[in-house]
């Protein structure tokens, strides 16, 4: 099973792997993603090639050999079997600790393979590992731990994976990200800014209803024939008891039937304009005064 590994930047920049092969330099990265948790794996080049370099016409056995070469792999066989075993291992890589143990046997020192010299080469770069230069992030913790930097403890896990320490500043991707996206167009300058400049954006705030000015005097051109605020108003109580789904739909039907209500009303011609015809407006002529009252 793949799992996710660190790469350093030394990899880049390792004159003895540039030695190999471009497709080599790849496979070899790639040998760390399908690696168990001790850096080991069957060597079995067909396997490997489909695992890594799927889509490409190459010969994977002898790119392994390249690398293999180099000490940067340790091909070596037990009982008749083949395994790869990838060098300090523990060095720059460090697995989490719920991994799956290894269940492939580790380089015997009788082992008379191609790897036999590059496995006692290992075990002695390990024993110098805390004097060599490091490209773990996290070196401080390796020094106090370093005894088992692989099977480590789960309940006092202080060597957290390396998968977790890739990059400090991956953490801080983009500052805005973290604001609110309603409040994105606001600014306060200074400690002491008033809350009301960053409301005064909006051209009615209520509880649950409001709209910039670029909304409301939309709305104010969509619905000439009603009072859009007494409206706006009347229905941010409505959608405080009953909050709907999407307010800014819901208001907008609603204010379109109010405002084609508003046009199916009665209306008289007066001196200011037009003027809805209600009770005031009739003229239900004169009555005449009772006797009790003209005494």
Not at 189 to 204: L, T
Not at 252 to 275: D, E, H, I, T
Request: aromatic share 8%.
């Amino acid at each position: 099973m793949a799992r996710s590994r660190n790469i350093k930047p030394g990899f880049f920049t390792n004159d003895e792997l540039a030695e190999c092969s471009p497709y080599a330099r790849l496979l070899f990265a790639g040998l760390w993603t399908i690696a168990d948790k001790e850096g080991r794996l069957d060597d079995r080049p067909k396997k490997v090639k489909a695992l890594v370099l799927p889509f490409d016409n190459v010969d994977c056995d002898e790119l392994l050999q390249q690398l293999h070469q180099r000490k940067f792999i340790n091909r070596y066989q037990v009982n008749g079997e083949g395994f790869i075993q990838i060098s300090n291992w523990k060095k720059h890589q460090n697995p989490h600790c719920k991994e799956a143990a290894s269940e492939i046997p580790a380089p015997v020192e009788n082992n008379y393979s191609t790897g036999q010299e590059q496995c006692k080469d290992d075990k002695e770069e390990d024993k110098n590992g805390t004097e060599s230069t490091q490209l773990i992030e996290n070196d401080e913790v390796q020094e106090k731990h370093y005894a088992s930097t692989v099977q480590e403890p789960v309940e006092n896990n202080l060597n957290p994976a390396d998968s977790l320490n890739l990059i400090p500043d991956s953490l801080n991707l983009i500052p805005d990200s973290l604001s609110n996206t309603q409040a994105a167009d606001a600014t306060c300058e200074g400690a002491g800014a008033d809350v009301h400049k960053i409301s005064s954006r909006y051209a009615f705030e209520g509880n649950i209803v409001r709209l910039n000015h670029k909304d409301y005097e939309a709305w104010k051109r969509l619905y000439p024939n009603i009072d859009l605020k007494y409206e706006l108003e009347r229905l941010d109580i409505e959608f405080s008891h009953e909050k709907p789904k999407n307010w800014f739909i819901t208001a907008s039907q609603k204010l379109s039937y109010q405002n084609k209500q508003a046009l199916s009303r009665p209306v008289r011609k007066v001196a200011n304009g037009l003027q809805a015809d209600g009770f005031a407006t009739k003229d239900y002529g004169q009555t005449e005064m009772p006797s009790w009252a003209q005494e």
